[in-house]
């Protein structure tokens, strides 16, 4: 079966910092991965997504990074966070385009203190 | 552009009271429209879906019509429990495109 981990599922980190949060997806060949966040109360934003390995497309200013140097394989990075970082990101996967629905995984708790 | 609108909360009702959360869209050709759920503290999860004119998606008690006469896809459900209480976004993806247009979500509060 399909399967979406992503971790860890809180983290806590000083301004400045740098960061890194990994996403894997099992039982599927070449998907569609995404990486949204989603600020306290608020909708969904989305910050990455990738069709294909070593291919990111970008959609926010660059603070964030992201990769994928595996077909199942989606990090995202930072090299120095800031307050305005802090927010749910939550990890997404689907096979094929848009028509389709999105696996989410279990999101990781980003607070930047 | 493609857009999502869905009425705003919260939303609370009393345990067995009907639910009607409104969304409607602007799209141009013949979009996918879902329903997702988010349970406190996780991840969302698919609810239902429909991918053209006149299909009813249904999960779990929850119904959603996709209107294109009026642009809309209300989701309802006939008698909430406690256990529906959480965050529903109404979300649209184009056949072909890559992403996906998510509404602001609607939060629920059912009372026992």
């Known amino acids: 079966s399909q399967t979406i981990h992503q971790w860890p599922a809180t983290l806590v980190q000083p301004v400045g910092s740098p960061l890194s949060l990994e996403c894997t997806v099992e039982?599927?060949?070449?998907?569609?991965l995404y990486w949204y966040r989603q600020a306290a109360g608020r909708g969904l934003q989305l910050l990455f997504y990738?069709?294909?390995?070593?291919?990111i497309s970008s959609e926010v200013p660059q603070n964030l990074s992201a990769s994928r140097p595996q077909d199942r394989q989606f990090i995202l990075s930072s090299k120095k966070l800031l307050l305005s970082d802090s927010g749910f990101y939550l990890c997404?996967?689907?096979?094929?385009?848009?028509?389709?629905?999105?696996?989410f995984g279990s999101g990781t708790r980003l607070t930047v203190v | 552009g493609n857009s999502v609108t869905q009425m705003e909360g919260p939303v609370t009702l009393s345990e067995e009271a009907f639910l009607t959360i409104n969304c409607t869209y602007t799209?141009?050709?013949?979009?996918?429209l879902f329903w997702y759920v988010q349970y406190p503290g996780e991840g969302l999860q698919l609810l239902l879906k429909?991918?053209?004119?006149?299909d009813k998606g249904s999960n779990k008690g929850f119904e959603a019509t996709y209107r294109k006469e009026t642009t809309s896809f209300h989701l309802e459900k006939g008698s909430v429990q406690v256990s529906d209480s959480a965050v529903y976004f109404c979300?649209?993806?184009?056949?072909?495109?890559?992403?996906?247009?998510f509404g602001a979500g609607t939060r629920l509060f059912v009372k026992a």
């Open positions: 429909a991918t053209k004119a006149d």
């Open positions: 997404a996967w689907r096979v094929g385009t848009a028509g389709y629905g999105y696996t």
């Open positions: 799209a141009t050709g013949y979009p996918s």
């Open positions: 990738s069709v294909g390995i070593g291919q």
């Open positions: 979300a649209l993806g184009s056949t072909g495109g890559f992403k996906t247009i």
């Open positions: 039982g599927t060949s070449n998907p569609n």
